[in-house]
């Protein structure tokens, strides 16, 4: 609770008033009170809930007639639409009632006693946990004027007011309010968890050696919104810019995504040792993978409503969400040239003009922890979501070398002082960067044993069932200053084999089944000790890999040094491969 000062002079009309103070519960003082008749009827008709679905036998009349300390401000008779209010309760559904006691009875008072006293003014937490602003220099409570003030009761204080204080709905409430946005809230909700504190419960007497609670207290946690998409839409504190796509932009991007998480009936993954040996007379072990066809259908819907729904959200607060004036202006978002680029909470960077037209002609909802932006259209780009680039480490996935050609790979760091160096695709995208100044990086360097060509084999984890370029990125071996030439192998499986198959990859450049990297210098002399070797143009996965600890596709390098002692090293030194998805032809 933070306190903000105002100065001002003390109103007399706005001491507490003890007449009453010690001899009635703030109930009595609103039933006694005639032009609170119509609020006092509803308090005596809302059972108080620890949360949706789970009421006590206590009215709000009850509570409010305990010992529990409560400050209330009762709207005045005529000031709100009692009789709107009055059809909810009379409708009698779980989700309607509780809509009168969040929105109504719990956005009028707050726990503890708080008077209007002078010009000391504060930030207050709401009973439904809504934040309003008690400023007695203007005498409102969220701008609404208070009337009567500093009714003392027995149990708080009552101020009387001309209508009730507003409801504005968080991100969460309004998602669930929206019976347009069914899809997308009811896969967030099912993650939701209520975990018993016992801590903040209260015992009461062991039966048969149990023990048993006067008073338990639970708490919801939704584990989506605090893990996957690392946004606390349900927290009044907090601040985002949402897209909320409608059921129907929901099942467009949904069949869309389906086709990329295609998985087959079984897998089988065989399994060498680090140094691909495997003892004679015996074969290599193999790991399954193996679900039923509805299990695996599951597995892909989960997947696909994953990435869908925890790439929507847009921290205010986060400095890359600004525009040129170095502010976040929410208008801004959806106007092209504004932002050089906005970051979602799961940290995916969209740049400008695709991050622009994310929210382009969409009319933002102000509510109470940022802005909704409901649209018919998910524009969210797939490259930066599933479709994303992977850009994995060779020495952190290789996974075997033949050491009857190879010693063991090891991880070298080298240091250079190199030049900017883009590298792009055919669509002119860029794959791969070296930065101004690099001095320092780890890689892994494949060697040979003895005069042999050596090999090593790497695994591809959480592909998708799409197509992809494919690259290898070499760091050029200054120290021996010669060219490596290689050829490359992928393993994987082809839906309908249980076991990976061997594809031998050719050039794309002459159809040759070698490759080789550029010299150490440009045409204009300029340094380029990195490569981005293109071993495979279009290269299609049949089946899906995405989320898959014992399933994988494989990349074998096999060095060709020996083909030319006189151009070729067999010593080589490889950065990173990098995986560039293709979008599926409809």
């Known amino acids: 609770m933070a306190l903000i000062g105002f100065s001002s002079c003390t109103d007399d009309h706005f001491s507490i008033d003890s007449t009453v103070a010690d001899r009635q519960t703030l109930w009595e003082a609103i039933s006694a009170d005639s032009e609170l008749s119509e609020y006092a009827n509803i308090l005596s008709r809302v059972y108080f809930s620890k949360r949706e679905g789970s009421t006590t036998v206590q009215t709000y009349a009850d509570l409010l007639n305990g010992d529990q300390t409560f400050t209330v401000w009762a709207p005045k008779n005529g000031t709100f639409n009692?009789?709107?209010?009055?059809?909810?309760?009379d409708e009698g559904t779980v989700s309607s009632i509780y809509r009168v006691e969040n929105e109504l009875?719990?956005?009028?008072?707050?726990?503890?006693?708080?008077?209007?006293?002078?010009?000391?003014?504060?930030?207050?937490?709401?009973?439904?946990?809504k934040i309003a602003m008690f400023n007695t220099l203007t005498q409102t409570i969220k701008g609404q004027h208070i009337d009567r003030a500093n009714i003392g009761a027995s149990n708080g204080i009552l101020h009387v007011i001309n209508g009730p204080v507003s409801f504005l709905h968080n991100l969460y409430e309004y998602m669930a309010?929206?019976?347009?946005?069914?899809?997308?809230y009811k896969y967030i909700k099912k993650h939701e968890k209520?975990?018993?504190?016992?801590?903040?419960?209260?015992?009461?007497?062991?039966?048969?050696?149990?023990?048993?609670?006067?008073?338990?207290?639970?708490?919801?946690?939704?584990?989506?919104?605090?893990?996957?998409?690392?946004a606390l839409l349900n927290n009044e504190d907090s601040c985002y810019a949402v897209v909320m796509p409608t059921n129907s932009a929901w099942k467009t991007a949904y069949e869309k995504?389906?086709?990329?998480?295609?998985?087959?009936?079984?897998?089988?993954?065989?399994?060498?040792?680090?140094?691909?040996?495997?003892?004679?007379?015996?074969?290599?072990?193999?790991?399954?993978?193996?679900?039923?066809?509805?299990?695996?259908?599951s597995i892909a819907r989960k997947h696909v409503r994953d990435f869908l729904a925890e790439n929507i959200a847009f921290n205010m607060n986060d400095p890359v969400n600004v525009n040129k004036d170095r502010k976040s202006v929410v208008e801004d978002f959806g106007r092209a040239g504004a932002c050089d680029s906005l970051r979602n909470t799961?940290?995916?960077?969209?740049?400008?003009?695709?991050?622009?037209?994310?929210?382009?002609?969409?009319?933002?909802?102000?509510?109470s922890n940022g802005y909704a932006f409901v649209t018919d259209n998910y524009n969210i780009p797939t490259k930066e979501t599933y479709l994303k680039k992977k850009d994995m480490s060779a020495f952190a996935n290789m996974i075997s070398y033949n050491s009857t050609y190879s010693d063991q790979p090891t991880a070298e760091t080298l240091s250079w002082n190199l030049q900017t160096d883009l590298e792009k695709d055919g669509e002119g995208n860029v794959i791969n960067s070296t930065d101004t100044l690099f001095t320092e990086k780890t890689v892994l360097y494949v060697k040979p044993k003895g005069r042999g060509n050596p090999e090593v084999t790497f695994r591809l984890p959480n592909t998708l069932s799409c197509k992809y370029d494919i690259y290898v990125v070499t760091i050029y071996n200054a120290y021996v200053d010669m060219l490596y030439a290689f050829r490359a192998e992928?393993?994987?499986?082809?839906?309908?084999?249980?076991?990976?198959?061997?594809?031998?990859?050719?050039?794309?450049?002459?159809?040759?089944?070698?490759?080789?990297?550029?010299?150490?210098?440009?045409?204009?002399?300029?340094?380029?000790?990195?490569?981005?070797?293109?071993?495979?143009?279009?290269?299609?996965?049949?089946?899906?890999?995405?989320?898959?600890?014992?399933?994988?596709?494989?990349?074998?390098?096999?060095?060709?040094?020996?083909?030319?002692?006189?151009?070729?090293?067999?010593?080589?030194?490889?950065?990173?491969?990098?995986?560039?998805?293709?979008?599926?032809?409809d």
């Not at 007497?205 to 939704?222: A, F, K, L």
């Not at 940290?347 to 102000?366: L, M, R, T, W």
């Open 82 to 89: 009692y009789e709107a209010w009055k059809a909810l309760l």
């Open 105 to 129: 009875i719990r956005n009028n008072m707050t726990r503890f006693s708080h008077q209007v006293s002078g010009a000391d003014s504060m930030i207050l937490d709401l009973f439904n946990g």
């Open 177 to 184: 309010a929206q019976p347009e946005l069914d899809s997308l």
């Open 194 to 230: 209520i975990t018993f504190n016992e801590v903040q419960s209260t015992p009461g007497p062991s039966i048969d050696g149990e023990v048993t609670w006067v008073d338990s207290v639970t708490y919801i946690q939704n584990t989506f919104l605090t893990r996957e998409m690392n």
């Open 257 to 297: 995504a389906l086709k990329y998480f295609t998985y087959q009936p079984k897998y089988s993954q065989t399994v060498v040792p680090l140094d691909g040996q495997v003892e004679e007379g015996t074969q290599a072990s193999a790991e399954t993978t193996e679900y039923t066809t509805e299990e695996w259908d």
């Open 346 to 367: 799961v940290y995916n960077v969209f740049y400008d003009p695709e991050s622009a037209n994310i929210f382009s002609g969409i009319e933002p909802v102000k509510l």
């Open 490 to 585: 992928i393993q994987c499986h082809k839906g309908s084999e249980k076991a990976a198959t061997p594809d031998k990859l050719q050039n794309p450049a002459d159809n040759s089944m070698i490759f080789t990297n550029r010299p150490m210098y440009n045409e204009d002399g300029t340094l380029h000790l990195t490569d981005t070797v293109l071993v495979q143009r279009n290269y299609e996965f049949p089946s899906c890999y995405y989320g898959l600890t014992k399933a994988y596709p494989t990349l074998k390098i096999v060095l060709q040094g020996n083909t030319d002692r006189n151009k070729y090293t067999n010593q080589m030194y490889i950065d990173r491969i990098i995986l560039v998805p293709k979008e599926n032809e």
